[in-house]
Nanobody, 115 residues
Framework: QVQLVESGGGLVQAGGSLRLSCAAS????????MGWYRQPIGKQRELVAI???????NYADSVKGRFTISRDNANNSVYLQMNSLKPEDTAVYYC?????????WGQGTQVTVSS
C-alpha cells in the first residue's frame, strides 16, 4: 500500500512563490513516475508536471518556465517549486505516484493566489 502526504500549500500574493512537497511511503521505487496535478473549484483535475525515473519532465503549457518539478529517490519524495504565481494557479494540488500496476494519490493541498 502506498501513502502520499503533501505539504507546502497556502495563501500567496500574485508573483509570489511556494514549494510543495510530497512524501511517499510503502512500496515505492525509483522506477515510479511521480507528478503533480491540480483541480480548480468546479473544474476537472489537470496535469501540472510529471517526472520519470530518469528525471525526464513534462509540464503543462500554462506552468512552463514558472514551475519546476524534482524528486529525491533516497527520501521517496517529489517537489514542485512554483514561482511567479498567478491567480489562475489557485487550486487543490495533488501528488501522484504510479507504476504499471497501481496509481496512488495524496489528499491534496490548497494553493490560493490572491491578485
Amino acid at each position: 500500500q502506498v501513502q502520499l502526504v503533501e505539504s507546502g500549500g497556502g495563501l500567496v500574493q500574485a508573483g509570489g512563490s511556494l514549494r510543495l512537497s510530497c512524501a511517499a511511503s510503502g512500496s515505492i521505487s525509483s522506477s515510479n513516475v511521480m507528478g503533480w496535478y491540480r483541480q480548480p473549484i468546479g473544474k476537472q483535475r489537470e496535469l501540472v508536471a510529471i517526472i520519470t525515473s530518469t528525471e525526464r519532465t513534462n509540464y503543462a503549457d500554462s506552468v512552463k518556465g514558472r514551475f519546476t518539478i524534482s524528486r529525491d529517490n533516497a527520501n521517496n519524495s517529489v517537489y514542485l517549486q512554483m514561482n511567479s504565481l498567478k491567480p489562475e494557479d489557485t487550486a487543490v494540488y495533488y501528488c501522484n505516484v504510479r507504476s504499471l500496476w497501481w496509481n496512488a494519490w495524496g489528499q491534496g493541498t490548497q494553493v490560493t493566489v490572491s491578485s
